[in-house]
């Protein structure tokens, strides 16, 4: 290795300048243990996230779902591989930046895809553009090198940049932002073109890396000035005055909520801000020993990578509940309820106090199911807990007791012959509850006959709803009778009968 080739990696990557000045920090619950001196963080199409360990020349694969390492140690085949991109194609594209190569690996399998692509300046960051190619940055030659996915060669010429471009990231009107390290800018490229639009935008000390909200605009990260400066990409104009952060922000990334976040080398912790605003919101997060860089997983948690400590933290935060439906179900329980809200992931779930069974979140952590136990009747808090938290919807689920089953008769509209009875000038029905046996007062019963309505009458004490028929007696008599219905209730079940003229 040549003595050029060093320097160069101790300036991208600062490791011992680093370590002599940062007394490491407790690190946030969970951190998940990698390889030594992680750098690059990056999420695979199923969701896993990739690490690179640019101190071990190697990565680690951590499951998301569950935050535990899957696969140790991938050897990628390059010397201190660093900020590294996934393509759509599935390929992790990752810049060795003292072995001065990309190396292609296929994430399905975990496995090299051919030989490493020589790329010589000391590849530092990459990026995936619109046409599906990965942009990398080249910190000691200044220039971005554009590397084909369909065919993993490097095409056209390199793109000039500022000074000691490292960071990268595609804007939605499909230009790519490059923070220059040494030169204090941000160089703008037409991604469409290759070619560099308009001149560098003057930004903070020591730009390192750039990130995109939802807004379009670019956030981007000042190790030296400790802040982030706003660029508008409609205009590639400044916003405002740069926002201050925590020391020595080497990270940014920007969440599915709109808030960024940056991984703060300096002070191992991590600040929240809001872009809606473009104020930094609560307290810095501690992490673990000198972060590096930080990355949003679509389901919300943030992971930073922890270069001195060679762990990544995973941070999630506390869940919000929005609605539950259906909102009621039997006291027996085995009501298969959906929750929406944020930050779900790895939620349990307790209705009542009792905990729910069959609990499962989507990919995004906004909405999950889960079976109701059984409870007691009347409202009951529903609680949902993750590692980042609990929060209720109190009184969101109410318990209610089985409705009963129900019979109703009803009898003839004239007379029944055996043994002889006259019913007329009435029609009668009774309503009976067949959980208890008993006559169900005060529901009302409904007297139709064809599809003409006769009228409606209440149950008395003995469970018998009486109409008089003296005058729709001709209509009922043209029928051939009448029908007796009940529609029922949340405590009944509904319940009809048909009568003739004369019953046997």
């Given at each position: 290795?040549?003595?050029?080739?060093?320097?160069?990696?101790?300036?991208?990557?600062?490791?011992?300048?680093?370590?002599?000045?940062?007394?490491?920090?407790?690190?946030?619950?969970?951190?998940?243990?990698?390889?030594?001196?992680?750098?690059?963080?990056?999420?695979?199409?199923?969701?896993?996230?990739?690490?690179?360990?640019s101190?071990?020349?190697?990565?680690?694969?951590i499951?998301?779902?569950?935050?535990?390492?899957?696969?140790?140690?991938?050897p990628?085949?390059?010397t201190?591989?660093?900020?590294?991109?996934?393509?759509?194609?599935?390929?992790?594209?990752?810049?060795?930046?003292?072995?001065?190569?990309?190396?292609?690996?296929?994430?399905?399998?975990?496995?090299?895809?051919?030989?490493?692509?020589?790329?010589?300046?000391?590849?530092?960051?990459?990026?995936?553009?619109?046409?599906?190619?990965?942009?990398?940055?080249?910190?000691?030659?200044?220039?971005?090198?554009?590397?084909?996915?369909?065919?993993?060669?490097?095409?056209?010429?390199a793109?000039?940049?500022g000074?000691?471009?490292?960071?990268?990231?595609?804007?939605?009107?499909?230009?790519?932002?490059?923070?220059?390290?040494?030169?204090?800018?941000?160089?703008?490229?037409?991604?469409?073109?290759?070619?560099?639009?308009g001149?560098?935008?003057?930004?903070?000390?020591?730009?390192?890396?750039?990130?995109?909200a939802?807004?379009?605009?670019?956030?981007v990260?000042?190790?030296?000035?400790n802040?982030?400066?706003?660029?508008?990409?409609?205009?590639?104009?400044?916003?405002?005055?740069?926002?201050?952060?925590g020391?020595?922000?080497?990270g940014i990334?920007?969440?599915?909520?709109g808030?960024?976040?940056?991984?703060?080398?300096?002070?191992?912790?991590?600040?929240?801000?809001?872009?809606?605003t473009?104020?930094?919101?609560g307290?810095?997060?501690?992490?673990?020993?000198?972060?590096?860089?930080?990355?949003?997983?679509?389901?919300?948690?943030?992971?930073?990578a922890n270069i001195?400590s060679?762990?990544?933290?995973?941070?999630?935060?506390?869940?919000?509940?929005?609605?539950?439906?259906?909102t009621?179900?039997?006291?027996?329980?085995?009501?298969?309820?959906?929750?929406?809200?944020?930050?779900?992931?790895g939620?349990?779930?307790?209705?009542?106090?009792n905990?729910?069974?069959?609990?499962?979140?989507?990919?995004?952590?906004?909405?999950?199911?889960a079976?109701?136990?059984p409870g007691?009747?009347?409202?009951?808090?529903?609680?949902?807990?993750?590692?980042?938290?609990?929060?209720?919807l109190?009184?969101?689920?109410?318990?209610?007791?089985?409705?009963?089953?129900?019979?109703?008769?009803?009898?003839?509209?004239?007379?029944?012959?055996?043994?002889?009875?006259?019913?007329?000038?009435?029609?009668?029905?009774?309503?009976?509850?067949?959980?208890?046996?008993?006559p169900?007062?005060?529901?009302?019963?409904?007297f139709?006959?064809?599809?003409?309505?006769?009228?409606?009458?209440?149950?008395?004490?003995?469970?018998?709803a009486?109409?008089?028929?003296?005058?729709?007696?001709?209509?009922?008599?043209?029928?051939?009778g009448?029908?007796?219905?009940?529609?029922?209730?949340?405590?009944?079940?509904?319940?009809?009968?048909?009568?003739?003229v004369?019953?046997?």
């Amino acid at each position: 290795m040549s003595t050029d080739v060093q320097t160069a990696a101790a300036e991208l990557l600062q490791l011992t300048a680093a370590s002599s000045q940062v007394a490491a920090a407790a690190p946030a619950d969970p951190t998940i243990p990698v390889g030594t001196n992680p750098v690059g963080l990056a999420f695979t199409p199923t969701g896993d996230l990739y690490v690179t360990n640019s101190g071990s020349n190697s990565l680690t694969v951590i499951n998301t779902s569950t935050d535990t390492v899957t696969v140790p140690s991938i050897p990628e085949g390059g010397t201190t591989p660093v900020w590294l991109s996934i393509a759509p194609n599935g390929n992790a594209y990752i810049p060795n930046n003292v072995s001065n190569s990309v190396s292609v690996i296929n994430t399905a399998t975990n496995t090299a895809v051919g030989s490493p692509i020589l790329l010589s300046g000391g590849p530092a960051g990459s990026a995936v553009v619109p046409s599906g190619n990965v942009y990398v940055s080249q910190f000691t030659a200044n220039s971005v090198s554009v590397i084909d996915t369909s065919t993993n060669s490097v095409v056209g010429a390199a793109i000039p940049t500022g000074s000691g471009p490292v960071g990268i990231a595609v804007a939605p009107n499909g230009n790519a932002y490059v923070a220059n390290r040494n030169a204090n800018t941000v160089t703008v490229i037409n991604t469409a073109t290759n070619t560099v639009v308009g001149g560098p935008i003057p930004v903070g000390s020591q730009p390192n890396y750039v990130a995109i909200a939802s807004n379009g605009r670019a956030y981007v990260a000042n190790i030296g000035s400790n802040d982030v400066t706003v660029i508008d990409t409609a205009t590639n104009m400044v916003v405002g005055s740069p926002i201050p952060v925590g020391t020595n922000p080497w990270g940014i990334a920007v969440g599915p909520n709109g808030n960024a976040y940056t991984a703060n080398r300096g002070s191992n912790n991590v600040s929240v801000i809001d872009t809606a605003t473009n104020t930094v919101v609560g307290s810095p997060i501690p992490v673990g020993s000198q972060p590096i860089t930080v990355a949003v997983a679509p389901n919300g948690k943030v992971y930073v990578a922890n270069i001195a400590s060679a762990n990544v933290s995973a941070i999630q935060f506390a869940p919000t509940l929005t609605s539950i439906s259906p909102t009621q179900g039997p006291t027996a329980g085995g009501t298969v309820v959906t929750v929406t809200g944020t930050n779900l992931t790895g939620a349990t779930v307790t209705v009542g106090g009792n905990p729910a069974t069959a609990v499962t979140v989507n990919a995004t952590g906004t909405q999950l199911t889960a079976t109701t136990p059984p409870g007691a009747a009347g409202p009951a808090t529903v609680t949902v807990t993750t590692p980042g938290g609990s929060a209720s919807l109190v009184g969101g689920f109410t318990y209610v007791e089985p409705a009963h089953a129900t019979s109703l008769s009803a009898t003839p509209a004239l007379t029944r012959l055996f043994p002889p009875q006259v019913y007329y000038p009435f029609l009668y029905a009774t309503l009976t509850d067949l959980v208890t046996g008993l006559p169900v007062p005060g529901q009302t019963i409904t007297f139709k006959t064809g599809n003409q309505t006769l009228g409606t009458a209440v149950t008395n004490a003995q469970g018998t709803a009486q109409l008089s028929e003296a005058i729709t007696f001709p209509l009922i008599l043209a029928n051939g009778g009448y029908t007796a219905s009940f529609a029922g209730t949340p405590a009944l079940l509904p319940a009809a009968a048909n009568a003739g003229v004369i019953a046997p």
